[in-house]
């Protein structure tokens, strides 16, 4: 974990959830959710929640882990929920997870997730170190931080293999 003087609040201080309906101009040739559509959400989110825990502007800088699992129709109640998992100097992980609810029974049947990495940045667009960081306080949270510290390995790696 960061060990500096940054105050700290919790993953819950900055959870996001969106609600969205699939409408026509939502979908593919094939009648589904088109999967570029379902990004832009995701990325919305997840700089939604970025900027609650940070206070600040910010962008994407890389997505990992973009899981389609199933598909979505005209009408179905999509719900996307964000949470931060890691904190670093000028950079945060937010988890993404998307849902789509049953108009009949309320239950949600998880659709895709991925992880954002967002940055912090100032009005001229450069790097600027978040103002606040995270403290893991449950063992899913935890488990969510040392993901990230995987994750950040295997995007450095990957870079440093030129892909």
């Not at 609040?9 to 969205?20: A, F, G, I, Q």
């Not at 939604?48 to 502007?57: D, Y």
Request: overall charge positive; some cysteine; proline content about 1%.
């Amino acid at each position: 974990m960061v060990s500096d003087d940054r105050k700290i609040k919790s993953v819950k201080d900055s959870l996001t959830e969106c609600m969205r309906i699939v409408k026509y101009e939502d979908i593919n040739g094939g009648s589904r959710l088109f999967g570029g559509r379902l990004m832009q959400w995701m990325d919305e989110t997840a700089g939604i929640c970025a900027m609650r825990h940070s206070g600040s502007l910010i962008t994407t800088a890389a997505v990992d882990n973009l899981q389609f699992k199933k598909g979505a129709c005209i009408g179905d109640i999509i719900l996307l929920s964000a949470k931060v998992t890691y904190v670093g100097n000028t950079s945060m992980e937010i988890r993404v997870d998307v849902y789509m609810e049953e108009k009949e029974t309320g239950l949600r049947h998880a659709i895709n997730r991925a992880y954002f990495t967002e940055v912090c940045i100032s009005k001229d667009g450069t790097p600027i170190t978040v103002k606040y960081t995270i403290k893991p306080e449950t063992m899913s949270e935890q488990a969510e931080w040392e993901g990230a510290l995987k994750r950040i390995e295997m995007r450095k790696e990957r870079r440093k293999n030129g892909y």
